[in-house]
């Protein structure tokens, strides 16, 4: 991706549009059309409608921009396109001309971009007075939603900004980005990163906690986007640090965006690099791995990830099977358009329910949240973590045991 600030000029996404051969290719990877099998839901699709809006041939109308909404951005159709287009660039240069969608919930949304803002309303809202208060709201709505994703338990200490002493050189100094959502509800992910980080030799920055901008130019703010990458490089430039890692796969196409020519990863690739000095107690438990699309087809270390789970000797693992892959939390997708999510979720969880797991992996926390609201209502039971976690919990020289 370019880097910001992004300009929604039509040429650029004409342009873009051009790239693509029309050959079709996409169509069976992409959730929404599986859902849909309608051609305007497809990336095919809405790359027609992209064009046709840049070069002033279609109005934006409400059923128009609904197609190009719809979409979840999860990038599978870039992993199998011939021509290599750029379809996240295009979709984020159009959703910027276009603007916000009257469906978005900027209010809460802003909400969630603020880790204290959203620690308070963890203690202001326990589960029974969440109970009451989500019966009270419009089914379906965007804030019964959010209250229907937060975790029955409270969030974990949430690590503060600071510089480890280590022996390590600088070279192997790395900035760790807690991001938004993820510093409040993957706080205990966020600490098992630093200590894996830290078995394999490295030394770990932890960077202040702030929204990264996803959530924003997922949904065309692009002022506020741009204003979460300028912080983004401040706190980056402030670090010191050599490479610059998320446990949050969602966040990382918005941090490369925001730091070209920097080394920016989710700590499994770091981490697979120097496998040998990590050393894992057995565990004889059947786990699933639900691969995020975005650590599929953003990060593209699955396989690393793999390979490190791999390593807890007894473990029976398997990966949930598809495609489509998407769990449909998407960023702001889940609460803009509930009823889709949650079509894509459940068909996800009866391919978690078939393998029969006694526990559930998945690295993104906007998929978790949105996962776990789903076992609840269907009654599963599974425990759900970051691989991360698990990875932690074996790890010998922490001396824990998993639960």
């Given amino acids: 991706m370019n880097n910001m600030p992004l300009e929604n000029t039509p040429a650029r996404i004409a342009t873009l549009a051009d790239q693509c051969v029309q050959c079709g290719l996409c169509l069976p990877a992409c959730p929404t059309y599986a859902l849909d099998a309608s051609e305007a839901e497809s ?42 287009v750029d379809y996240g660039e295009l979709l ?17 949304i802003s909400l969630l971009r603020h880790p204290r803002a ?18 009270l709201l419009p089914e379906r709505s965007a804030a019964r939603t959010a209250l229907d994703l937060l975790p029955t338990s409270s969030p974990a200490a949430v690590m503060t900004s600071s510089r480890e002493p280590s022996s390590a050189s600088d070279a192997d100094t790395i900035g760790l980005f807690p991001g938004c959502v993820a510093s409040v509800e993957d706080a205990e992910a966020q600490q098992a990163a630093r200590e894996l980080l830290r078995a394999a030799g490295y030394r770990v920055f932890v960077l202040p906690a702030f929204c990264c901008g996803a959530l924003d130019l997922h949904g065309g703010e692009v002022a506020a986007a741009e204003r979460a990458a300028i912080a983004v490089r401040e706190a980056w430039q402030a670090s010191g640090a050599r490479h610059l890692v998320t446990i949050t796969p969602g966040c990382l196409g918005t941090l490369r965006r925001a730091l070209p020519g920097v080394a920016v990863d989710d700590p499994f690739s770091l981490l697979a690099l120097r496998a040998d000095r990590l050393h894992f107690r057995p565990l004889s438990q059947s786990v699933a791995i639900h691969m995020p699309c975005t650590q599929v087809n953003v990060a593209r270390n699955d396989e690393a990830l793999m390979q490190l789970l791999r390593r807890i000797p007894d473990l029976d693992l398997a990966r949930v099977g598809g495609p489509p892959y998407c769990c449909g939390a998407a960023g702001s997708h889940v609460l803009e358009f509930p009823e889709r999510a949650d079509i894509l979720r459940d068909a996800l969880l009866d391919r978690v329910s078939a393998l029969a797991p006694e526990r559930l992996l998945s690295s993104n926390i906007g998929c978790r949240l949105h996962l776990a609201a789903g076992m609840r209502v269907r009654g599963d039971h599974w425990p759900l973590q970051h691989p991360l976690t698990l990875l932690a919990r074996q790890l010998e020289s922490t001396g824990k045991n998993t639960p």
Avoid: F, N, Y
Wanted: glycine share 6%.
């Fill in 92 to 108: 984020t240069a159009t959703r910027a001309l276009l603007g916000p969608s009257p469906r978005r919930p900027g209010r809460l």
């Fill in 118 to 135: 959203l620690r308070l309303l963890h203690r202001l809202l326990p589960p029974r007075a969440r109970d009451w208060l989500r019966h």
């Fill in 43 to 84: 990336p095919r699709g809405r790359i027609a409608l992209a064009a046709a809006l840049a070069r002033g041939q279609v109005s934006p109308t409400p059923a128009l921009r609904e197609h190009l909404d719809h979409c979840l951005g999860c990038m599978a159709c870039e992993r199998v396109c011939p021509a290599k």
